[in-house]
């Protein structure tokens, strides 16, 4: 695509417009019985399964920001994060659906950008895009993702299943993604200071990556099957590991004891928090969008997720009378709190 | 509640706004495993059903204007626009998502007049809202609905069924809404210009609440399974039926003639266009959001359905090759042209 290319929107049409940006999108699902372009997508899964719904709505200038989020990485973490939601319900996504609203400061080629990101992320999860609504906007782009999956109802995992003394395990590590935005944010407003500045991300990969490019944990939903452990309950992160601990422990009722020392984060996350002066343990506890899953075993099943290098157990669950309790390197006791990210305390 | 009131989003936090707002709403189908409170909602439809979702995304300044939009009516008719898709499809809707994004223009008490409207359309059409996001907004608010509803295989109707010869169907009246959103643009331009004048919807009451608070066929769709007919095509007309019908032919690979002296105009909308100057069966040719059905039956259906009050025989399916014609009163042959409302080219 050359840089210099820009068609107006206005120039295809809404329906043309839709063509354009979704032709690209073969069903392949033998669950997709009817894909864009009815009034309705049509879906079937065999049997008894159950269908396991969930939506994400994405604002411009609340949820991202275009000045250092690319368009394609934009689309690509628009899916994600809902495929994030189907895989915490221990379920399957299989379709998605995708709205956008967008204004004329957006050219064909940019919507084509962020559709490749689209279609990157279908591929990857194996996921058919079956429909969607595409408008104008007064100002700025609207994204709404629905993923529409499948899931055994003996499987199914909720945040309400953990009892007290079961394990409470992370995957992946924690707070990178939460670094990876204040890297960003920090790049911006040196930009914006001085235009001839060029962005300092060495290395910062990994947590930048984390930031713009999340992924979700498909693979441990998978492995958790192959090994048989089935989750007494669990949810996915993306709100900070401290709000989503009291969401299980709420659901649940139950208090939990999660130890600071067991809390996964990477070295580069933990140097760049220290940079920032600011305490790695805080920006993992509270950070949001790591799109990791937080969920609870039975004791009988630490032995088989021990050795697994992507899962750290974290603390048990404890009778509700005693609390959410973080218990630090020094021995002290904090009680949890959910400072997690709220749209709604940006704003 | 009284209009004084105004309690700002902030004083809830995002869960405690969604909690306030959604606690009202009780699940009510047998088919709602589970609703609004974990990563993602389960649905479970028995035997061989099959789910049909639909998703649009409403903005404001594009698709509704609050200056004359009640937000209970707004609510409502975010809800009504996709429970038409579903039934469209010849299918039941079962369930909703529902996600906002909104500024702190906003209190919580207008949130709550959006959901009542919310509420008062789950109520009639009998759909259990089932899950959402809630998010504040830079500016302006954003509402995307997600409708799911189930269908047996072999009833399904999509827009490519139609077949030469058969008969071309319309519910209820045309081009209403289009008028109602006529008068009540005017009536804003005379506030704006003069606050002091009151708005004049004398006599408008129906092509006013056709734009305000429209329905979703439901009635049609179960009168028709009684009657045992089962249309060949089916689309809702939320475009205009001249965009509608274009593409039931292009998706049936058909041509269509249509009758003017047909095509259902009620006396209020009738009485209205004239009175702006506008030609009546332009206003139901192009005018949008009347959310009828049309579809096409099978010539042996016409005996069952001619004496309906509420479904008008507005032409047949043709040949492809002799094209999409419209046979006026005064008996030329019109090409049909799809100016149907298209949110791109208003914006």
């Known amino acids: 695509m050359s840089a210099a290319q820009r068609t107006e929107i206005s120039e295809l049409g809404e329906f043309g417009l839709i063509r354009r940006l979704t032709e690209r999108f073969k069903k392949k699902h033998g669950s997709t019985v009817l894909g864009v372009g009815d009034d309705a997508a049509v879906i079937r899964y065999e049997g008894e399964r159950q269908v396991v719904v969930t939506t994400d709505l994405l604002l411009e200038g609340i949820h991202f920001d275009l000045m250092y989020v690319p368009l394609k990485h934009l689309g690509y973490k ?102 990876g935005l204040q890297l960003l944010e920090r790049e911006k407003r040196i930009f914006l200071e001085n235009p001839n500045v060029q962005p300092d991300l060495e290395g910062q990969a990994y947590v930048v990556g984390r930031q713009l490019k999340p992924e979700a944990r498909r693979d441990v939903i ?27 422990c709420e659901a649940s009722g139950t208090g ?50 021990k050795n697994h290098p992507d899962i750290s157990v974290i603390g048990h669950m404890q009778d509700a009378s005693l609390g959410c309790q973080l218990i630090t390197k020094g021995n002290n006791v904090h009680t949890l709190t959910a400072l997690g990210w709220n749209a709604f305390r940006k704003a």
């Open 78 to 179: 628009a899916v994600v994060v809902n495929l994030s939601d189907v895989y915490a319900m221990n379920a399957t996504p299989r379709q998605i659906t995708v709205s956008i609203g967008v204004s004329n400061r957006f050219s064909v080629e940019a919507l084509e950008e962020l559709y490749a990101g689209i279609y990157a992320a279908c591929r990857k999860y194996d996921v058919d895009m079956v429909g969607g609504d595409t408008s104008s906007s007064v100002k700025g782009m609207v994204i709404s993702v629905t993923a529409i999956g499948e899931a055994d109802a003996n499987r199914l995992v909720r945040r309400s299943g953990a009892a007290v003394n079961e394990l409470i395990c992370v995957t992946g590590d924690l707070g990178s993604a939460y670094l």
């Open 222 to 248: 998978e492995w958790l099957a192959q090994a048989d452990i089935l989750p007494t309950s669990m949810i996915d992160i993306s709100d900070g590991l401290s709000s989503e601990v009291l969401h299980l």
């Open 256 to 305: 939990c004891r999660l130890y600071e020392e067991k809390i996964p984060i990477a070295e580069e996350a933990y140097q760049l928090a220290l940079k920032f002066h600011l305490d790695p343990i805080t920006c993992a506890l509270h950070g949001g969008e790591d799109y990791e899953l937080l969920f609870t075993i039975r004791q009988q099943d630490y032995e088989k997720i």
